[in-house]
């Protein structure tokens, strides 16, 4: 019996352990590098344009910007209003649509986390 398609077998491309190009999702990072609200939702993404890395709070709107300066949250977030975009990203200015989240084209790959100097955000389970 052949398999129709990686897809339909019920598999989240999360949950495969082919460690290559596995993005980086919320349960990778390392949560004690983020302190925002306190109850940290975190969203961990790429800008397509720059390749900056970032990760966004959901749970109280704030923008992660800069990871090599973690104690910086000055970044303009807009959480009211749908019609604009939610922020531009702080190195090239690019718009990220309101509801960018739901779009999982921003994530990055664990490689491209590792490659910028982020690896320490990842938590430390997944990198061996
Ligand atoms: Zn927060
Ligand atoms: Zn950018």
Known sequence: MRKCSESANGVPFYARKSAVSRNIEESDLDFRH????????????????????????????????????????EFPVNSVDSAHPVFVCPGCAYP????????????????RWVNAGFGHLIDSTEQS
Do not use: W
């Open 34 to 73: 983020f302190r925002c609200c306190g109850d940290e939702d975190l969203y961990p993404f790429g800008c397509p344009r720059c390749d900056r890395l970032m990760v966004f709070c959901y749970e109280c709107d704030t923008l992660h910007g800069d990871l090599k300066n973690l104690g910086s949250q």
């Open 96 to 111: 990220f649509e309101f509801t960018f989240i739901r779009d999982g084209r921003y994530k990055a790959s664990a490689e």
